[in-house]
């Protein structure tokens, strides 16, 4: 192995090979214990330090690194005790998760690293976002994520390298190429020889070096992040190495060719750094000896300490009141002397403008929505306002940019994804129940991101363009759904939305974009999530719902002059539980009415928590009315049979004569 110094000086050596080799005796000391039974589960590291010592010695403090399961040398270079580290790793409540996550899973601010979720390449679009916020901002600055070599098989790999290349976002997607995604040969992982080969297909540099050689590693990124601070980019680096142990501790390494071992072995990053800064007279014997017991004196201690820390003693408040950030607002109740009669697209419309001039760290993202103002035009003339830095055209890759949104949150920014229908939403599912409904919990962030999302049936759109699909997310903690069904409520919710720093999914049907307007207040405003709407036209039966289905629910009541009173829930998670316990107790007959396919909707799980909190008040069964459960088609016939609507005519006359 061949070291070059450049001008790095005899002192910078040695504190290079301080940080190289503390990851090493750290790992060291972890396998005795995990062969002693002392510890569980352990992915090694080993034969890789230099790359994480190396890439993180090399850039900033405040510049963000994205590391995965193997870079320990991430952590210990930011200076991290081995006491928090070894908390977090144990599950206890002195980590940075309090027992709530393992080992590398979790960020620290103060050190500006962000860990990872368990889900390969989720990571990547979130770097983007930490890079974009640092050019809007314009601060010289890099962020850089890791990738293994078969993460990098993954689509948001794909998705996150693209984006960066077209906005030319300054990230250095580093992927350790150590030849093996747990059993599988980069053979049957990929077909291209070398990750470079990629940087031309995305328009990006793509630079590959010795992965084992700290100096290569580190000069390499030094030179790379200076230039890269002047002239923002992203940059493919490949770092070649070899993963000496199995893919965690447990698994073995039968299917890994002895050979490939010997060849690595000889290879090891720490014992030739070691043998050239002997022979550079910087080291020797007795200091590496002197090293290698401070490193392990520091360590043995924080390792007692943690083993002596009593296992966490659960608090059940704790654990519900982190699944969201606490923030305070103070509201703005709708002025109602200035009204103008509006449709529900041209209130979200209008919220979008008021937020935009509200909160000066907004940035919208969305497929085609600067100028051509977003397929249903919601964000028409925005962009003229507001600039292409915030208002901003996105490639078609929903993943990458909900990572990217949950990036601009890390660093301060909120962030808006319009998905051009809510069925696309789909595609960027990860980010969503992974990534911001757990982050505020895992360790503290919170996604300040609002991802509005046109949806449902009624125009004969198809399976793929007519879907409800809020009921996917209302099973996550850690996401709140509004779904508004006028205008005004549209706007003061949307307003809502944006000053609060929790995920928010929004949805605006799209039925009721242009086909109903109301009166809806001028000027800034913001309505309480949790507050459902009553229309009161009776006590003979309540009608619980939302959306579109709150006009059909209005229209045949008045039609027919039935004397119920329809509850529009405006916020689904939260929901109003006590306007609806309230009106149950009052009119006795219960219809819960979805226009999502009726098994597992939020329907039925509003009726379940009714017979379970308010059986004695029921004159009859709760009854739930929603769409077949099948896909929506598309033909207007049957896609009107699918539609709940006759249903709940029918289900509301039998509920009456109960
Ligand atoms: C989306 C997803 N699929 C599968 C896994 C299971 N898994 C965890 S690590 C791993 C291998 C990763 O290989 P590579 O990216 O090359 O990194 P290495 O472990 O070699 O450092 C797999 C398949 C996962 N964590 N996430």
Redesign the pocket.
């Known amino acids: 192995m061949i070291f070059k110094r450049k001008k790095l000086t005899d002192n910078q050596l040695l504190h290079l090979y301080k940080a190289l080799l503390r990851p090493r005796v750290i790992e060291e000391r972890m396998l005795v214990l995990l062969r002693q039974g002392r510890i569980g589960k352990w992915?090694s590291?080993i034969g890789?330090e230099a790359i994480s010592v190396g890439v993180t010695e090399a850039l900033n403090s405040d510049e963000y690194v994205l590391p995965?399961?193997?870079n320990l040398g991430v952590f210990t270079s930011r200076n991290i005790s081995d006491k928090k580290l070894f908390a977090q790793w144990q599950g206890k409540k002195s980590g940075f998760t309090k027992g709530r996550d393992r080992s590398f899973h979790f960020g620290t601010q103060e050190h500006h690293i962000v860990g990872m979720i368990?889900?390969?390449?989720?990571m990547l679009g979130v770097a983007n976002g930490i890079a974009l916020s640092d050019l809007l901002d314009k601060k010289p600055s890099v962020t850089l994520v890791f990738?293994?070599?078969?993460?990098?098989?993954?689509g948001d790999f794909h998705e996150a390298l693209n984006v960066a290349a077209v906005w030319q976002l300054p990230v250095i997607f580093l992927i350790?190429?150590?030849?093996?995604?747990?059993s599988?040969p980069s053979n049957e992982?990929f077909r291209c020889a070398q990750f470079i080969d990629k940087g031309i297909g995305y328009g990006m540099e793509a630079i590959q070096i010795d992965g084992n050689n700290i100096l290569e590693v580190y000069t390499t990124v030094s030179e790379l992040a200076d230039s890269m601070r002047k002239n923002p980019r992203p940059v493919i680096l490949e770092a070649i190495t070899f993963?000496m142990r199995g893919?965690e501790e447990a698994s073995g390494v039968k299917y890994v060719p002895k050979e490939l071992f010997e060849i690595w072995g000889k290879k090891d990053p720490v014992s030739n750094f070691e043998h050239y800064l002997i022979q550079q007279g910087i080291l020797n014997e007795s200091l590496i000896s002197k090293i290698r017991k401070e490193i392990l004196e520091t360590l043995n201690d924080g390792i007692e300490t943690v083993f002596e820390e009593p296992e966490i003693e659960p608090n059940l408040t704790e654990e519900l009141q982190d699944i969201y950030a606490p923030f305070s607002f103070s509201a703005t109740p709708p002025s109602p002397e200035k009204s103008k009669e509006i449709r529900l697209i041209d209130a979200v419309n209008e919220a979008l403008e008021l937020a935009l001039e509200k909160h000066s760290n907004l940035v919208l993202m969305g497929q085609d929505i600067a100028e051509y103002g977003g397929a249903f035009k919601a964000t028409e003339g925005l962009v003229q306002k507001f600039g292409k830095d915030r208002v901003r055209n996105t490639p078609i890759t929903e993943s990458s940019i909900l990572g990217a949104a949950l990036g601009l949150s890390i660093k301060g920014k909120k962030a808006m994804v319009e998905m051009q229908f809510s069925d696309f939403v789909t595609c960027g599912f990860?980010q969503i129940v992974n990534n911001f409904a757990k982050n505020h919990y895992r360790w503290g962030v919170s996604a300040d991101v609002v991802v509005r999302m046109p949806t449902g049936a009624g125009v004969q759109a198809g399976p793929f363009h007519s879907q409800s699909t809020e009921a996917w997310f209302y099973h996550v903690p850690g996401l709140k759904i509004y779904y508004p069904s006028n205008a005004a409520d549209a706007k003061g919710l949307l307003l809502r939305a944006f000053e609060d720093p929790n995920p928010v999914l929004f949805f605006e049907h799209k039925v009721i974009y242009r086909n109903y307007h109301c009166e809806v207040p001028e000027g800034y405003y913001t309505l309480p999530e949790g507050k459902a709407a009553v229309h009161d036209y009776g006590d003979e039966a309540v009608i619980i719902t939302y959306g579109w289905a709150v006009h059909k629910a209005l229209e045949y009541v008045q039609s027919e002059n039935i004397q119920a009173t329809i509850i529009d829930l405006r916020t689904l998670m939260p929901w109003d539980q006590e306007t609806v316990l309230e009106q149950v107790k009052r009119c006795n007959k219960v219809l819960v009415l979805t226009e999502d396919t009726l098994t597992g909707s939020i329907a039925s799980d509003i009726a379940a928590w009714i017979q379970e909190n308010a059986f004695q008040y029921l004159d009859a069964p709760v009854i739930r009315i929603g769409g077949l459960d099948t896909p929506i088609p598309l033909s207007k016939t049957l896609e009107d049979q699918f539609l709940p609507w006759n249903r709940m005519k029918e289900g509301l006359d039998k509920l009456l004569k109960y």
């Open positions: 992915f590291g890789q995965l399961h193997r368990s889900h390969l390449g989720a990738s293994g070599d078969g993460g990098a098989s993954e350790e190429n150590n030849g093996y995604g747990l599988t992982q993963r893919h990860n």
